[in-house]
């Protein structure tokens, strides 16, 4: 009879760490913080809270210097919560929201064009008549 082998997790990707307020991105070596593009949710366990790592990738911005993320977290405040670069191009922000329910949110990229999550948990309309990005925690 053999012997079934058992499954080993997969090793969890590191995250950036929370970017200071800035007017420009601050680059951050690929090695650091490599992250793949979407988001990742870490629930603590400690109290009811979710660390949300957003990773909006170099394709969604080829051009872009500086991205913000706007959303129900910040009272949509542009200048709140600044993304970092990472050296390949993507921009990333750790933020620690509350759990048990849905934030919308969008980035701002270099001040004037937004830009939803293309790995949103899901998509709802505003009132300019276009999408918010949703993210459920």
Same mark, same amino acid.
């Given at each position: 009879?053999?012997? =079934? ?48 790592? $957003? ?32 050296? =390949?191009?993507? $921009? ?12 919308? $949110?969008? &980035? ?6 937004? =830009?939803?999550?293309? $790995?949103?948990?899901? &998509? =709802? ?13």
């Amino acid at each position: 009879m053999a012997k =079934e082998k058992k499954a080993t997790p997969a090793a969890k990707a590191p995250t950036a760490s929370k970017a200071a307020p800035a007017t420009k991105a601050k680059k951050v070596p690929a090695a650091k913080a490599a992250t793949a593009a979407g988001i990742h949710k870490k629930y603590l366990k400690t109290r009811p809270a979710c660390k949300v790592t $957003f990773v909006l990738p170099k394709d969604a911005a080829p051009e872009a210097e500086t991205v913000c993320i706007l959303g129900d977290f910040n009272n949509w405040a542009p200048d709140s919560n600044p993304l970092v670069k990472l050296d =390949e191009g993507d $921009f990333t922000v750790t933020l620690e929201l509350e759990t048990g329910r849905a934030y919308r $949110f969008r &980035y701002m990229i270099d001040g004037w064009k937004y =830009e939803n999550d293309w $790995f949103a948990d899901r &998509y =709802e309309p505003n009132p300019y008549g276009g999408e918010d990005s949703v993210v459920d925690v």
